[in-house]
């Protein structure tokens, strides 16, 4: 096992002892199978990072915060979750069989892999343009024996006038990559009307709200919630921001690829 894995200081703590505790609080008990497949994840994203530039975070302890808990607190965003105002944050999460999800700039597989891992029945799809993470997305789904995930590499700009791809998702999760009213350019057109897109975020956000409103209006949606998370001791507060897809997207959307990051909605 990796050092940076699996550190001295861990040496006597319980495989993912963080990870599990984090899930716990939030209402996602993990069984010791999936705890297996995120030990072997956090693995693997540790020795491919040598090479292929995944992720500053390779710390044992943050992997489990930072990716895994982080990436899991999109569950109280999805659709017909029961949640709470105390720990256990999530009542209840309805079965997701046949529920389609695709992670829009996913790096080295966040937050759409933990929340695959966690629920095996959603098909996901995991999208980023670099070809390098989604080669090493493509050999960590074989390592981890996953069914129903595809890896598809291409820009959201363009993946999003594919008809394969174009209103075909019931939710879109997308986590630290562009400002919210670019993000709603690359995630909106993804999602099927009655859908909605997620994306977390942390930080002073009032700005960011009052301007991405306005394109989530644009773009056939509607400013859906800001879900406060925090988890004391493992995560600083965060929100989870939806939005609900009510209309179709204009067929201008989105603009061609590097225009919604240089002249945002």
């Known amino acids: 096992m990796s050092a940076e894995v699996h550190s001295s200081s861990e040496a006597n703590s319980p495989r993912m002892h963080l990870l599990t505790k984090g ?9 010791e199978r999936q705890i297996d497949l995120f030990q072997t994840y956090a693995e693997e994203l540790v020795d491919w990072n040598r090479k292929v530039n995944l992720t500053a975070i390779t710390g044992y302890e943050d992997i489990q915060t930072k990716h895994f808990v982080d990436s899991l607190t999109c569950f109280l965003a999805f659709p017909g979750v029961a949640r709470r105002d105390h720990p256990p944050l999530i009542g209840s999460i309805p079965p997701l069989a046949g529920i389609r999800v695709i992670d829009v700039g996913t790096g080295g597989g966040f937050p759409g892999l933990p929340l695959k891992i966690a629920r095996p029945e959603i098909s996901l799809t995991l999208l980023d343009s670099v070809a390098k993470k989604t080669k090493f997305l493509e050999h960590v789904v074989q390592k981890l024996g996953l069914t129903w995930v595809d890896v598809v590499t291409g820009r959201a700009e363009e993946i999003a006038r594919d008809p394969l791809h174009r209103e075909r998702y019931d939710v879109v999760v997308s986590r630290a990559v562009a400002e919210l009213a670019t993000l709603m350019e690359y995630c909106l057109p993804l999602a099927k009307i009655g859908g909605r897109a997620i994306a977390l975020k942390k930080g002073a956000l009032e700005e960011e709200l009052r301007t991405g409103q306005k394109a989530i209006n644009l773009l056939g949606g509607r400013f859906g919630e800001m879900i406060p998370v925090e988890l004391p001791g493992l995560l600083e507060l965060r929100y989870a921001i939806t939005a609900e897809k009510v209309a179709p997207t204009p067929a201008s ?3 061609r690829p590097g225009v919604p990051a240089k002249k945002p909605l």
């Open 23 to 31: 899930a716990d609080l939030l209402g996602i008990p993990l069984a």
């Open 253 to 255: 959307y989105p603009r």
